[in-house]
């Protein structure tokens, strides 16, 4: 069909052609929500037709669980295929598999296009015939006849089961436990069959198997463990068989609650009462029965299969009216564990809740102030609630802030720091001999949006076509209050509000239809989410914005160029087109008008030298029975005739600190809306100042430019630019004009930036200091003068040796001054004054006796003989001796000849320090010592002295005795220390002269003579010896041999 376009819409890139055929192609298809639309336009009429496209991603992964690997037969149990990362879910088809046989499917609704996870869940109850069976999953895409044949299908590892029979050869004693978590527990298992082995097997209290018994008992002390399943088994030569022993583990609960929202509660309101059972198992044998007083007013069951402790909440509701006032609820929570249980159950009961309900009539009694309360949500809030009457009670009840009832006032405040509630239903209630009461505080919570934006349809509207603006007010409450205003520019073009009730934030979208037309390309739209809270609220109104939406008009008829920029005197050439077929077209200008065409679709319109400031020119069409204009933009620019600078009112030099005016002077420029002046300090960009004056002539135009300088400025350098800024249409870059240079000169006060220490040679004066000690910024040049404490200095007065010390240097001009300190150090060459001896004790530090002068402090050397003599020195008692003391700095050196006496204890000479002698003999005894200064020595015996003397001394023994033998002790002494000498004397007595020696010779002699006699004696007695032999007639015999017999 004839047509003036047809394109592509619905993605980044639009692709528009004017034939009968457009292609959409995607080399790599990666955005889920495309939605490709095909659009034709004809005869001004807009049609279009959507793709339907599905894009598709088959599971990364199919896999199958459950958790338990072994199943008794009629028990139930469920089996999950979960399907990992799949799209579209809404294609997806799970087929559970038993063996080959197809069990189940399951579909999917979700209409969400991107890749989920899903799991599906098939419920089995086995049977024998089931054992070793094997079940899998298929994750099936269905996409119709478009799509991929077969369907793409992923399918889960298959997953086996084995199931237990009932196991009829054992029996349990008791038959099924019922007992209480933390309690002990025993059951015995037995048969009556011959068996291969039996056993407990159990989480806890398991029992090995046996061979030899026939009933074995499966204990536990303290049963602890909710999933506990004691399984009793035998074997047999024919079967095994395991038989699973029903256990109830139960626990009656911590604590049993009730509590309520409401402590105040008005009659004919529905309330409700929460009974709140805390670590309670297991739970669906749990019933909470509710009392009013002592009548069973509701039970409630559960069913949740769970095994361990949980906590459980039951909810009575309640319309309570006047005869209810004082009447006390309780909930009781009992475990029905049947008739194995313990009777009778298990019960913990609440503690009672006494209810007040309080009337609903008007209640005159209470005054509010605020009378009603607007608050934005998260803000605080404060009412007072006020009787004039005497009262047994007043109070506030609400879901924040309440305030417990008090009998001694007649005003109290409700307050919340954050209201964050939004079903807050603050109550203010008295209680007096007549009635009880209750006010209700009107509160209305509000919350400004999140945010406000602005959309449209399409990125460009044609004119004459009708588009909707969309919008999108994010979390605002609430929202019967809300007023969505639409702008044209800063025309209000329309209301729209909201009766919804809802008082939590919602989201709203407002929609306002658009018919646009050339005018309106590059209008900016915008919307505002108002909240009219009325004269309570807020004033004015809290307003959101959106931001601006800008619309693009396309028009019918196109220039080229879109726009002109033509500079004053020069040539211009436009071309005006259509696309579609009409009945003429043709130019209407000031200059250049063009006649209109019929068989044309492009005419152009052209001067040769445009010389008119007012210029219009406008291309129109006659089509559908209309004219259609489109106005040419135009603008005629003129560079100025000249650009200059100047410092406006003031002449010379400038101070610091103080602001001054710098004027441009633009002379003959147009259009002044499309100048920029520009303003440089060097090459930095300083300021812009634009003009809005709608005259397209050429005038003149200045700027000020305030500056106020400092002494960085001194010298800089300012510039002026002109710039006709006139769009991407216009000369690029854009024509520009700059003034001369204007230099400027800056007085300021002196600032020192540093100054140094200075050591300057005796007799320097203060202006001698170095220039490079001291850096300081000025403008004029400053004076330079010097302080010492209070006390100004001539610059030219000597420095002498004393007058090292803190000085100020100040430098001034006429527009202040600036001081530093510095510490001066004169210095001058080395001076000694010593002794010209000097004694010191050998082995210790010498230290120059001297005083040393000189600046720098000098260096001091010690000289023997012509040698230096390194320190530290420590003399020794053989260098007493003349010496050279020598000080020397960076401006000479001085010596002084030291005479230095090395000073040591006393030191004996060496000496006999052990003397043996004969009685009567005679002795001396001698001991000399040296030291410095020489020693007084003498001799001493048993505590005396004996003797006195100088370094020598000697004494005699005339004729020793024994008396003269012992230790005599020989001691020096001088001022550097003490010494002393033991000299040990033994006296030996004369043997021959001894009276002992004597008595030993008569001795001696008489032993003698004793032994001679004795011998001659023996002698004799041996010569009178022989042998007799004694007869019986007693006549004796000689012998032979000569003796008698």
């Known amino acids: 069909m004839p047509h003036q376009g047809l394109r592509w819409e619905g993605f980044n890139t639009e692709i528009n052609t004017t034939e009968d055929k457009s292609s959409w192609t995607v080399e790599e298809m990666t955005d889920w929500e495309i939605q490709p639309s095909c659009v034709v336009i004809s005869n001004e009429t807009q049609c279009s037709q959507d793709l339907t496209i599905t894009i598709y991603k088959t599971p990364d992964r199919v896999s199958m669980s459950t958790g338990d690997d072994i199943m008794?037969?009629?028990?139930?149990?469920?089996?999950?295929?979960?399907?990992?990362?799949?799209?579209?879910?809404?294609?997806?088809?799970?087929?559970?598999?038993?063996?080959?046989?197809?069990?189940?499917?399951?579909?999917?609704?979700?209409?969400?296009?991107?890749?989920?996870?899903?799991?599906?869940?098939?419920?089995?109850?086995?049977?024998?015939?089931?054992?070793?069976?094997?079940?899998?999953?298929?994750?099936?895409?269905?996409?119709?006849?478009?799509?991929?044949?077969?369907?793409?299908?992923?399918?889960?590892?298959?997953?086996?089961?084995?199931c237990i029979d009932e196991c009829t050869l054992l029996q349990f004693n008791p038959q099924q436990v019922i007992v209480k978590y933390g309690s002990s527990v025993s059951v015995d298992c037995s048969t009556n069959i011959t068996h291969n082995g039996m056993g407990w097997e159990a989480s806890e209290g398991s029992v090995s198997m046996t061979k030899t018994q026939n009933l074995i008992t499966w204990r536990v002390p303290s049963l602890t463990r909710w999933d506990i399943l004691p399984q009793c088994y035998i074997s047999t030569n024919m079967t095994n068989c395991v038989s699973l022993l029903p256990v109830l583990i139960y626990k009656t609960p911590d604590t049993v609650s009730m509590s309520t929202g409401d402590n105040i509660m008005t009659e004919g309101s529905t309330y409700e009462l929460h009974c709140d059972v805390v670590n309670v198992a297991p739970v669906q044998n749990l019933i909470v029965k509710w009392y009013k007083g002592e009548t069973l007013m509701h039970n409630e069951t559960f069913t949740d299969p769970i095994k361990t402790p949980v906590n459980k909440t039951s909810i009575l509701q309640i319309t309570p009216d006047r005869s209810d006032d004082g009447v006390q609820y309780r909930c009781e929570?009992?475990?029905?564990?049947?008739?194995?249980?313990?009777?009778?159950p298990p019960t913990v009961t609440s503690e009672p809740l006494n209810i007040t309900v309080y009337s609903i009539d008007e209640c005159t009694l209470l005054q509010f102030n605020p009378q009603q309360v607007v608050v934005k949500y998260g803000s605080s809030v404060s009412v007072d609630c006020s009787t004039n009457i005497t009262h047994n009670g007043i109070g506030w009840e609400a879901s924040e802030g309440s305030v417990s009832m008090t009998k001694t006032q007649n005003l109290i405040t409700w307050r919340v720091p954050s209201l964050t509630r939004w079903d807050i239903l603050p109550q203010c209630y008295i209680s007096t001999n007549m009635t009880n009461c209750v006010s209700l505080l009107p509160v209305l919570i509000y919350k400004t949006p999140d945010t406000v934006s602005i959309r449209k349809e399409v990125d460009k509207m044609t004119e004459r076509y009708t588009y909707n603006l969309q919008c999108d007010v994010v979390n605002v409450a609430p929202v019967q209050y809300l007023i969505v205003k639409w702008y044209k520019g800063e025309t209000l073009m329309h209301n729209e509000t909201f009766t919804d009730p809802i008082k939590t934030p919602v989201n709203k979208t407002s929609i306002l239809q658009i018919t646009p037309d050339r005018s309106d390309d590059g209008v900016q739209y915008r919307c505002e989410a108002e909240l009219e809270l009325g004269a309570e609220g807020p004033q004015p109104p809290p307003t959101v914005t959106s931001e601006r939406l800008n619309i693009t008009v396309q028009s019918l008829?196109?220039?080229?160029?879109?726009?002109?920029?033509?500079?004053?005197?020069?040539?211009?050439?436009?071309?005006?087109?259509?696309?579609?077929?009409?009945?003429?077209?043709?130019?209407?200008?000031?200059?250049?008008?063009?006649?209109?065409?019929?068989?044309?679709?492009?005419?152009?319109?052209?001067?040769?030298?445009?010389?008119?400031?007012?210029?219009?020119?406008?291309?129109?069409?006659?089509?559908?029975?209309?004219?259609?204009?489109?106005?040419?933009?135009?603008?005629?620019?003129?560079?100025?005739?000249?650009?200059?600078?100047?410092?406006?009112?003031?002449?010379?030099?400038?101070?610091?600190?103080?602001?001054?005016?710098?004027?441009?002077?633009?002379?003959?420029?147009?259009?002044?809306?499309?100048?920029?002046?520009?303003?440089?300090?060097?090459?930095?960009?300083?300021?812009?100042?634009?003009?809005?004056?709608?005259?397209?002539?050429?005038?003149?135009?200045?700027?000020?430019?305030?500056?106020?300088?400092?002494?960085?400025?001194?010298?800089?350098?300012?510039?002026?630019?002109?710039?006709?800024?006139?769009?991407?249409?216009?000369?690029?870059?854009?024509?520009?004009?700059?003034?001369?240079?204007?230099?400027?000169?800056?007085?300021?006060?002196?600032?020192i930036v540093f100054c140094y220490d200075w050591a300057p040679k005796i007799h320097s004066t203060l202006s001698s200091y170095p220039t490079s000690y001291f850096l300081i910024s000025a403008n004029p040049l400053p004076s330079i003068s010097w302080s010492r404490g209070s006390s100004s200095l001539n610059a030219s007065t000597f420095l002498d040796k004393y007058d090292s010390g803190e000085y100020k240097i100040t430098a001034s001009n006429k527009q202040g001054e600036s001081s530093c300190i510095i510490n001066i150090t004169v210095e001058y060459p080395p001076g000694l004054n010593c002794t010209e001896s000097f004694q010191i004790k050998?082995?210790?530090?010498?230290?120059?006796?001297?005083?040393?002068?000189?600046?720098?402090?000098?260096?001091?050397?010690?000289?023997?003989?012509?040698?230096?003599?390194?320190?530290?020195?420590?003399?020794?008692?053989?260098?007493?001796?003349?010496?050279?003391?020598?000080?020397?700095?960076?401006?000479?050196?001085?010596?002084?000849?030291?005479?230095?006496?090395?000073?040591?204890?006393?030191?004996?000479?060496?000496?006999?320090?052990?003397?043996?002698?004969?009685?009567?003999?005679?002795?001396?005894?001698?001991?000399?010592?040296?030291?410095?200064?020489?020693?007084?020595?003498?001799?001493?015996?048993?505590?005396?002295?004996?003797?006195?003397?100088?370094?020598?001394?000697?004494?005699?023994?005339?004729?020793?005795?024994?008396?003269?033998?012992?230790?005599?002790?020989?001691?020096?002494?001088?001022?550097?220390?003490?010494?002393?000498?033991?000299?040990?004397?033994?006296?030996?007595?004369?043997?021959?002269?001894?009276?002992?020696?004597?008595?030993?010779?008569?001795?001696?002699?008489?032993?003698?003579?004793?032994?001679?006699?004795?011998?001659?004696?023996?002698?004799?007695?041996?010569?009178?010896?022989?042998?007799?032999q004694i007869q019986t007639d007693h006549e004796l015999k000689p012998l032979s041999k000569g003796g008698l017999e």
């Open 72 to 162: 008794t037969e009629g028990s139930t149990y469920e089996l999950h295929c979960d399907v990992v990362n799949v799209a579209p879910v809404q294609n997806l088809i799970v087929k559970w598999y038993k063996g080959e046989t197809l069990m189940h499917n399951e579909t999917f609704t979700d209409p969400i296009k991107t890749p989920v996870n899903k799991t599906s869940i098939l419920q089995i109850t086995p049977d024998r015939s089931d054992d070793g069976v094997q079940y899998r999953c298929e994750a099936e895409l269905e996409l119709g006849a478009a799509g991929h044949q077969p369907p793409p299908t992923v399918t889960s590892e298959p997953i086996q089961h084995h």
């Open 333 to 344: 929570a009992e475990l029905e564990l049947g008739a194995e249980g313990p009777q009778p």
């Open 557 to 751: 008829l196109h220039f080229n160029p879109q726009r002109v920029v033509v500079k004053y005197g020069s040539s211009v050439s436009v071309d005006c087109s259509t696309h579609v077929a009409h009945s003429g077209i043709g130019w209407e200008a000031s200059v250049g008008s063009v006649p209109m065409k019929r068989n044309q679709n492009l005419i152009t319109w052209r001067v040769a030298n445009l010389t008119r400031w007012d210029i219009t020119a406008m291309c129109y069409m006659n089509y559908d029975r209309k004219q259609l204009e489109n106005p040419l933009p135009v603008t005629v620019y003129k560079t100025p005739d000249r650009v200059s600078i100047n410092t406006a009112d003031h002449t010379g030099p400038m101070t610091e600190g103080f602001t001054y005016n710098l004027q441009c002077d633009v002379v003959n420029v147009a259009p002044v809306q499309n100048l920029t002046v520009k303003w440089y300090k060097g090459e930095t960009l300083m300021h812009n100042e634009t003009f809005t004056d709608p005259i397209k002539t050429p005038v003149n135009k200045t700027s000020i430019l305030q500056i106020t300088p400092d002494r960085s400025d001194d010298g800089v350098q300012y510039r002026c630019e002109a710039e006709l800024e006139l769009g991407a249409e216009g000369p690029q870059p854009p024509p520009a004009v700059t003034s001369e240079h204007i230099n400027i000169t800056v007085y300021y006060k002196p600032h």
């Open 842 to 1028: 050998e082995k210790t530090l010498f230290k120059p006796p001297c005083s040393v002068d000189g600046a720098p402090k000098p260096d001091i050397s010690l000289y023997k003989n012509g040698k230096q003599i390194p320190f530290p020195y420590y003399p020794s008692r053989n260098e007493s001796a003349l010496y050279n003391l020598n000080a020397s700095n960076t401006y000479g050196s001085v010596h002084h000849p030291l005479q230095i006496d090395i000073l040591y204890a006393p030191v004996f000479d060496p000496m006999n320090e052990k003397i043996e002698v004969e009685a009567d003999r005679n002795i001396t005894l001698n001991c000399s010592s040296s030291g410095n200064p020489e020693p007084q020595v003498w001799w001493s015996f048993k505590n005396k002295n004996i003797s006195t003397g100088g370094r020598y001394v000697s004494i005699n023994i005339q004729k020793a005795t024994s008396s003269n033998s012992g230790e005599y002790i020989c001691s020096a002494t001088n001022r550097v220390g003490h010494s002393r000498k033991i000299v040990s004397v033994e006296i030996k007595e004369n043997i021959s002269s001894s009276p002992s020696f004597k008595l030993y010779i008569y001795i001696f002699l008489f032993v003698l003579i004793m032994i001679i006699i004795l011998c001659l004696y023996m002698l004799r007695k041996r010569k009178s010896t022989g042998e007799y």
